[in-house]
């Protein structure tokens, strides 16, 4: 079957404006995860959608990080007044819950550039 | 808070040796452990994920272990191959969220 879709693949913008990334999860996923990948770092978890739980937020960096997913179907983070540091690849992962294995199946992400 | 780490960064072997990659993480509080490999410009793919409750998985040519009293995980790597060249990641699970917390991975070429 389908695997998790992120679009766009690329994405380049000035700084100052807002951003939208989009993640499309595995059908019948209800887990959904958000991380981001800044070069020569790790990967840092940034949100987390677990069916129509409240989503957990602790890894956000900053208010200008918001996201949304319409009941277990697609997410979409937003970045708004993008600076320098929010350059990096947005991976985002679906998982099925609960009392399964909690894997966590990734996307390709999306690479944010902010010139 | 939790920190992963990955032994050695980078890695380079020729064609057909066994390998392993080393992890540890600081708090053995973890619900699972998921080995990854990416490719450049790739997403992250999924190759043996073992829960807190077992001591090792395999698939194929690769076996992981895990030794959580100790906070340690390797990945065996069997007769490697070119196709195997690629970023080797180690991330624990842990929390309400079982949110993955990864090490900086161990960069491995094999060549021909």
């Known amino acids: 079957g389908a695997g998790v879709s992120q679009s766009p693949s690329n994405k380049v913008t000035e700084k100052g404006k807002d951003v939208e990334l989009r993640c499309d999860p595995i059908s019948g996923h209800t887990a959904l995860y958000w991380y981001r990948q800044r070069l020569g770092q790790g990967l840092e978890f940034l949100i987390y959608?677990?069916?129509?739980?409240?989503?957990?937020k602790s890894g956000l960096p900053s208010d200008r990080f918001s996201a949304e997913r319409t009941g277990e179907s697609v997410s979409t983070l937003t970045i708004q007044r993008t600076q320098q540091e929010d350059s990096a690849v947005y991976l985002c992962?679906?998982?099925?819950?609960?009392?399964?294995?909690?894997?966590?199946?990734f996307g390709p992400g999306t690479r944010l550039t902010v010139t | 808070k939790q920190e992963v780490t990955q032994i050695p960064a980078a890695l380079s072997v020729p064609e057909g040796e066994n390998l392993v990659l080393n992890c540890s993480f600081t708090d053995s509080a973890i619900y699972n452990l998921q080995w990854f490999r990416q490719d450049p410009g790739k997403g992250l793919t999924s190759l043996l994920l073992i829960q807190s409750s077992q001591r090792e998985q395999t698939s194929g040519r690769l076996n992981a272990s895990l030794d959580k009293s100790s906070g340690r995980s390797t990945l065996y790597i069997a007769a490697s191959q070119p196709g195997d060249s690629a970023t080797y990641l180690c991330a624990v699970g842990r929390g309400s969220a079982r949110q993955l917390t990864f090490g900086s991975g161990t960069q491995l070429t094999v060549l021909p």
């Open positions: 992962a679906s998982s099925s819950q609960p009392g399964a294995s909690y894997e966590q199946y």
């Open positions: 959608f677990q069916g129509n739980s409240a989503p957990d």
